[in-house]
């Protein structure tokens, strides 16, 4: 069965530099979800989707946007990188109405 | 200002042995869902309970959720190596379907053979 997608799967960047993050929820699902897991931490909501429209918002710094597109794919922007904003980032994806969130495998992000 | 929170942080076991697995939330639930996972991989749903659940099986995962005491437990049964990870438990705080999840601190478990 067809699972979440994100891309790049880990990525190294200067402090002050940009980043984006991509997601490709499984076929069908039309809610998308962004976490962001610290090291030795819980993951922490970010931001979510619904039908291209955002949903909810989460503890997702001023610094990152993100949005979904009319192919359902999201995508996460994040701007002047601080070293603080290395971790992993997962996107979760589900079908509107169904309570299971489906990750993927993660991106992660070292800010150096 | 986590709304779960697990114990114990860490558990070693042998192999065959069982192990439980704690959670605690402050806030009123729809559901209550356990996730798994390896270590820096991703996270992989085990088991949904709703809040109008005392007890649900999945193979070899038993868990129980009690409203009153605002509190969960994943039990899993004759553990094996490959078993090792860390779980999280995590809340919805609503019925609709686009809530996000509020995760706790986990649990690592580490399942000796």
């Known amino acids: 069965a067809a699972g979440v997608i994100q891309s790049p799967r880990h990525l190294i960047k200067e402090k002050r530099e940009t980043a984006t993050l991509k997601c490709y929820p499984i076929?069908?699902?039309?809610?998308v979800y962004w976490y962001q897991q610290g090291p030795g931490q819980d993951p922490q909501f970010l931001i979510s989707f619904y039908e291209k429209m955002q949903s909810d918002k989460g503890s997702i710094p001023d610094r990152f946007s993100a949005q979904q597109f009319s192919d359902y794919h999201s995508e996460l922007n994040m701007s002047s990188l601080e070293l603080g904003d290395s971790a992993l980032y997962f996107c979760?994806?589900?079908?509107?109405?169904?309570?299971?969130?489906?990750f993927g495998p993660g991106t992660r992000l070292l800010v150096l | 200002s986590q709304q779960g929170e697990e114990d114990p942080q860490a558990l070693s076991i042998q192999e065959g042995e069982n192990a439980t697995m704690n959670c605690s939330y402050k806030?009123?639930?729809?559901?209550l869902q356990w996730y798994r996972q390896n270590s820096g991989r991703g996270l992989v749903h085990l088991i949904l309970?709703?809040?109008?659940?005392r007890e649900k099986h999945s193979g070899r995962l038993r868990v129980t959720l009690d409203t009153s005491k605002k509190s969960s437990s994943l039990l899993i049964t004759a553990s094996r190596a490959a078993d090792t990870a860390s779980y999280f438990c995590?809340?919805?705080?609503?019925?609709?379907?686009?809530?996000?999840?509020?995760f706790g601190k986990g649990t690592r478990l580490s399942v000796i053979a």
């Open positions: 806030t009123s639930i729809n559901n």
């Open positions: 309970i709703r809040s109008n659940e």
């Open positions: 979760a994806s589900s079908l509107g109405g169904l309570e299971t969130q489906y």
């Open positions: 995590a809340t919805a705080l609503s019925s609709s379907g686009n809530t996000p999840l509020v």
């Open positions: 076929p069908r699902h039309d809610t």
